[in-house]
């Protein structure tokens, strides 16, 4: 294939497309765990569990928040990586670079 000046390739449009979606996909599931947390302990601020000094600070609650981060970004990374490869193949009508050899999307 010959190389047209000033085109993206196609593999720095999916990474364009995948960085995206995933900077929106991560931005989003930060509001979320932030709204569960607040939702389940009302009486604490979530900023409160990173602050060894501060006098609302307690080490499960430290915990409680580290795997809910933990899974809630994994969960979002999954997603957005699935929606990206969904938007590349609307887009497109193929699959996203890398992914040829993988299940349909």
């Known amino acids: 294939m010959r190389r ?15 960085w995206i979606s ?19 302990r009302k009486d604490k601020a979530p900023s409160a569990v990173f602050d060894p000094n501060s006098s609302r600070f307690s080490w ?11 899974l809630g970004l994994a969960l979002a990374k999954i997603v ?3 929606v990206a490869a ?9 699959l996203p670079p890398g992914a040829e050899g993988q299940a349909d999307v």
């Open 22 to 40: 995933g900077a929106l996909g991560a931005f989003v599931a930060q509001m979320l765990i932030r709204a569960i947390y607040r939702t389940i």
């Open 80 to 82: 957005s990586a699935h």
């Open 60 to 70: 499960p609650d430290a915990a409680v928040w580290a795997v809910a981060g933990g």
């Open 4 to 18: 047209v000046p000033g085109m993206i390739g196609r593999e720095r449009m999916w990474k364009l497309e995948s």
């Open 86 to 94: 969904i938007g590349w193949k609307a887009a497109t009508g193929t």
